[in-house]
């Protein structure tokens, strides 16, 4: 059996991407508008147009960079740009200077240390100052933040023009619309429904006192029921004081006697 063996193929390293965030802030929007106003000067003119799309895009891009930093890839959220500085000293010095590799590791430990702990006691802060304001929504929120339990929620709500709304006070008003149409409506034209029927039960209760005749009708009819003989006791066992041996009491057995008379 013969197995071809490949060469394993180094991953290029990630390059890291720029923060165009910083182009908002007014020094560096201002600057970069100089810097490309004068780039785009230098500009040749060209019959095509993919190539002078590449041109401006290019000089876009190379204008931008010395203003955006890169963006770190952060592993943790206590992590500071001063601390991604140092591992990157550190990685640089791996191969050049042991002795300042050693220095560099212990002093991005020592920093991540401190960093980790600060981080840590300024979210036991807020989470004791929440529970002393009764602010329980921020303290179970960042509960639910640190247990990695988050729900992604849709934000995207339509205004009444087919645009979505942006701020939290666009979506309030949105909702504050949608309301007012729904239990402010116009009242229903034509005549009113006529409500349903009432149905009465079959048996319904009296008011008003029965009669003599009736209360007369009901002793007749407890009269006539019968009483079943209750099961023969063992030998042995004792009666209790006024009952029957055939199980029923003494005053029923007399009445029952009486009535047959």
């Given at each position: ?170 979506r309030l008003q949105r909702w504050k619309e949608f309301f007012q149409q729904l239990y402010n ?77």
């Open positions: 059996m013969q197995l071809r063996l490949q060469r394993s193929k180094r991953k290029a390293p990630i390059t890291a991407k720029p923060n165009r965030v910083c182009l908002r802030l007014p020094a560096a929007k201002q600057e970069f508008q100089i810097v490309f106003s004068n780039r785009f000067a230098m500009l040749e003119p060209s019959e095509d147009i993919d190539t002078e799309e590449k041109q401006i895009s290019a000089a876009i891009i190379e204008c931008a960079i010395p203003l955006c930093p890169p963006i770190w890839r952060r592993t943790q959220q206590w992590t500071s740009d001063e601390c991604l500085d140092l591992v990157e000293k550190r990685k640089k010095a791996k191969h050049a200077d042991f002795e300042e590799y050693r220095r560099l590791n212990k002093e991005v430990r020592k920093k991540l240390k401190e960093e980790r702990e600060a981080y840590w006691n300024q979210v036991a802060a807020e989470m004791e100052e929440a529970a002393s304001k009764h602010e329980y929504r921020t303290l179970y929120q960042t509960i639910r933040r640190l247990g990695g339990k988050t729900k992604s929620t849709n934000d995207n709500i339509k205004k009444a023009d087919g645009t979505f709304a942006k701020s939290s006070e666009e409506h116009d009242r229903p034209q034509g005549p009113l429904p006529e409500p349903p029927p009432i149905v009465l039960p079959a048996n319904p209760f009296l008011n008003d006192e029965p009669t003599a005749a009736k209360v007369k009708s009901a002793i007749k009819s407890l009269k006539n029921v019968s009483f079943a003989a209750a099961p023969p006791r063992p030998p042995g066992a004792d009666m209790a004081i006024g009952e029957h041996p055939n199980g029923l009491e003494e005053s029923h057995y007399h009445s029952d006697i009486e009535e047959r008379r």
